[in-house]
Antibody, heavy 121, light 106 residues
Framework: QVQLQESGPGLVKSSQTLSLTCAVSGGSISIGSNYWNWIRQPAGKGLEWIGR???????DYKLSLKSRITISGDTSKNQFSLKLNSVTAADTAVYYC?????????????WGQGILVTVSP | SYELAQPLSVSVALGQTATITCGGT??????VHWYQQMAGQAPVLVIY???NRPSGIPERFSGSNSGNLATLTISRAQVGDEADYYC?????????FGGGTKVTVL
């Protein structure tokens, strides 16, 4: 089990870029047995998977967000990041980072506590 | 894109059995995972790969998956089981969540 902790600005202006970081402890993001994911949840609504990265640099993004998202990793700091461009009020949500495995372990077994990001006009 | 359908809410009497469904086309051929989310907290995995419980999850939680329907069953429901529950699958390289079901223990 690893621990994940999100950090970043809680307030972002509309049309600007949302940038969040997920610090990982208790395990290395360099180990090739995990994917590192971002998931968000607007207030009162359900979970929405945003995308994931693998340590070799490969990424998968939700199709509807693909043009605005970048997920990348920093092995020297054992963390990974989310950048979401051209944000609008619809991007206001609690953002979670989470770990998932490979093969038959493709479930989200470790989550961060979440960080609320509000997009202001 | 693949979609998962869950009932918005399920009510269960204390000590009875709650059944939460998750519908999807041929979901029976996919691995279904279930998450419990208490108010104001991050989700917690309660069932993985259809019917497996992670360490620390009570035996009262069980799952099944066949055809077009996956099910999470909570036996001997307790007040502490009140939460939102989400099913999840992978559609090739995209994770898909159901809309979530709010479980109320009466």
């Amino acid at each position: 089990q690893v621990q994940l902790q999100e950090s970043g600005p809680g307030l972002v202006k509309s049309s600007q870029t949302l940038s969040l970081t997920c610090a990982v402890s208790g395990g290395s993001i360099s180990i090739g047995s995990n994917y590192w994911n971002w998931i968000r949840q607007p207030a009162g609504k359900g979970l929405e998977w945003i995308g994931r990265m693998y340590i070799d640099g490969n990424t998968d993004y939700k199709l509807s967000l693909k043009s605005r998202i970048t997920i990348s990793g920093d092995t020297s700091k054992n963390q990974f990041s989310l950048k979401l461009n051209s944000v609008t009020a619809a991007d206001t949500a609690v953002y979670y980072c989470a770990r998932s495995g490979l093969g038959w372990k493709r479930y989200f077994d470790d989550w961060g506590q979440g960080i609320l990001v509000t997009v202001s006009p | 894109s693949y979609e998962l359908a869950q009932p918005l809410s399920v009510s269960v009497a204390l000590g009875q059995t709650a059944t939460i469904t998750c519908g999807g086309t041929n979901i029976g051929i996919k691995n279904v995972h279930w998450y419990q989310q208490m108010a104001g907290q991050a989700p917690v995995l309660v069932i993985y790969n259809d019917n497996n419980r992670p360490s620390g999850i009570p035996e009262r939680f069980s799952g099944s998956n066949s055809g077009n329907l996956a099910t999470l069953t909570i036996s001997r429901a307790q007040v502490g089981d009140e939460a939102d529950y989400y099913c999840q699958v992978w559609d090739t390289s995209t994770a898909v969540f159901g809309g979530g079901t709010k479980v109320t223990v009466l």
